[in-house]
C-alpha cells in the first residue's frame, strides 16, 4: 500500500500513470482511472479527484519468514509405543518453555524442524547436507520418558538457536565448551518453566504431579553438577578455575567441566532473562569456535552489536572467567 498526497491532480496523475503503466493498462471511465493489470487481468479503481489514497496490490503479500519458536516441527525414528502425538505435545511445550518471551534475532533461524528418535546413541544435530533448511534434531529417551525427552530436545534446541545446526557447523576446539554449557543452561531453565507450567495446565488431562516428576529431574542434575563445581573449585573462583583447568576444559564435546559452568550460566539466564537473545548471536563468524576464547568473545559480542542483542552475557562471563 501507498499514498499519494494530494498535490495537484494532474502531476499526481501522471506520476500514477508512470507508475501503472510498468504494470498494466490505464483505461479512463468516468468518475475513476480503471487499471488493469495485464499479469493478471484485474482491475483496481483509483478516485480520479480528492487526496489521492491508492491502494494496488500488484503481487500476493509476503508471509513472515518462520522463526524458532513458529517453524513447524515434524517426528521421525521409532517412538516405540507412546500415545499417538504425546511426543508431538511434550517436544511444542518444552520449545514454548525455552523461547516464550526471547527475541529471536539470529539471520539463520531453520523453516522447520525435525526430531528424530533413535534406539541407541547420543543426542546430537544432524549436520546434513542436503540443501535445505531444516535442523535435524537427534534424540534417545526411553518410552514415555518426557522430562528426559524435554531435557534432550531443550539442549539441542539451543544449538539451533546458537546457529548450529547447518552442514558446516561443526564443533571446534577450544571453544565449543562455551557453546556447550550455554545450551545446557538453556535446556535446565527450560526444564523449569515446564514444570511450573505442566503442574497448572499439563499436556495430559490430570497429569498435573508430573510436574513435580520435571521438577525433581532438574533438580538431580543441577545436584550433580553442583558437586563439580564444589569439587573443581568453580563455586569458589571462577577465573582461577579457568587457568587451573583451561587444558581439560577446552576439549570437545560437553564435560564435567562445561557441566559445572552451566550453572553459572543459569544464574546469569535467571538474573537477567533478556541475556538469553545473545545466543542467537554465536557462531556468525567464519571461526565459530575454532579460535581463541579471546578472539571468540570479541567475535561474540560484534555479533551481538550487529544484531541489536543484548551483550550482558558474554560481558559478563568474560569477566567471570578473566578474559582481557
Known amino acids: 500500500m501507498f499514498v499519494t498526497p494530494d498535490v495537484g491532480q494532474q502531476q499526481t496523475r501522471m506520476d500514477i500513470s508512470q507508475y501503472i503503466n510498468r504494470r498494466g493498462l490505464i483505461k479512463a471511465t468516468g468518475s475513476v482511472i480503471a487499471v488493469v493489470s495485464a499479469a493478471r487481468a484485474r482491475t483496481i479503481a483509483i478516485p480520479r479527484s480528492g487526496a489521492f489514497a491508492i491502494m494496488v496490490q500488484l503481487s500476493p503479500p509476503i508471509e513472515p519468514a518462520p522463526t524458532l519458536l513458529s517453524a513447524p516441527i515434524e517426528l521421525a525414528g521409532d517412538w516405540g509405543h507412546m500415545l499417538p502425538y504425546s511426543a508431538d505435545l511434550v517436544v511444542e511445550r518444552m ?22 528418535e533413535h534406539t541407541s546413541g547420543y543426542p546430537s544435530i544432524w ?66 518453566r515446564l514444570a511450573e507450567s505442566w503442574k497448572q495446565n499439563p499436556p495430559f488431562p490430570g497429569n498435573n504431579e508430573f510436574g513435580d516428576a520435571i521438577a525433581g529431574y532438574r533438580r ?3 545436584h550433580r553438577y553442583s558437586e563439580f563445581a564444589e569439587q573443581q573449585g568453580l563455586s569458589r573462583d571462577a577465573a582461577k578455575w579457568f587457568a587451573d583447568h583451561r587444558s581439560e576444559i577446552e576439549v570437545p564435546g560437553l564435560n564435567a567441566f562445561g557441566e559445572a559452568a552451566s550453572l553459572t550460566i543459569l544464574s546469569e539466564y535467571e538474573r537477567i532473562p533478556t541475556c538469553i537473545e545473545a545466543l542467537g548471536a554465536l557462531n556468525r563468524w567464519p571461526g565459530r569456535s575454532g579460535v581463541p576464547i579471546e578472539e571468540y568473545f570479541r567475535e561474540w559480542l560484534a555479533s551481538c552489536a550487529e544484531l541489536d542483542a543484548s551483550p550482558d552475557l558474554p560481558n559478563t562471563l568474560r569477566h567471570i572467567l578473566g578474559i582481557a
Open 95 to 116: 520449545r514454548h518453555a525455552c523461547l516464550d518471551g526471547v527475541r529471536l534475532l539470529s539471520d539463520r533461524q531453520p523453516t522447520r524442524i525435525r526430531v528424530d
Open 220 to 222: 538431580d542434575v543441577i
Open 127 to 192: 549436520l546434513h547436507a542436503d540443501g535445505s533448511s531444516m535442523a535435524w534434531i537427534i534424540v534417545d529417551v526411553g518410552e514415555r520418558a518426557w522430562a528426559q525427552l524435554a531435557y534432550q530436545f531443550g539442549h539441542e534446541l539451543g544449538h539451533v538457536m546458537a546457529n548450529s545446526w547447518q552442514p558446516h557447523a561443526n564443533p571446534k576446539v577450544p571453544c565449543q565448551w562455551i557453546e556447550e554449557a550455554l545450551v545446557e543452561a538453556f535446556s535446565l531453565r527450560g526444564l523449569g
